[in-house]
């Protein structure tokens, strides 16, 4: 690690089904669930952390071909209404 440089654990947090079907209060003692996200194509460190500029640029990615698809419907819809 580059000293100053930021890194990220992404972490998908969640209550558990039995958490919720007993509408249980989450706290120390009672946690919820976590899950380690990892991502195909962007690298880790040896502690499993995302560069924040890897995970920025996946960011960026992402939301472009996510605006490149709601484009792409809504002129489809728009053409199909016409």
Known sequence: MTRGEAWYRVDLVYRS???IRNSEVLSLDNP???YNLSFEGVP???DG???EADLFDLFDRTLAEY???L???TEE???EAA
């Open 71 to 73: 484009s792409r419907y």
């Open 44 to 46: 880790t460190n040896e």
């Open 17 to 19: 089904t039995e958490q």
């Open 77 to 79: 819809a728009l053409d």
């Open 49 to 51: 952390l995302i560069a």
């Open 32 to 34: 919820p669930m976590r």
């Open 67 to 69: 605006d490149e698809l």
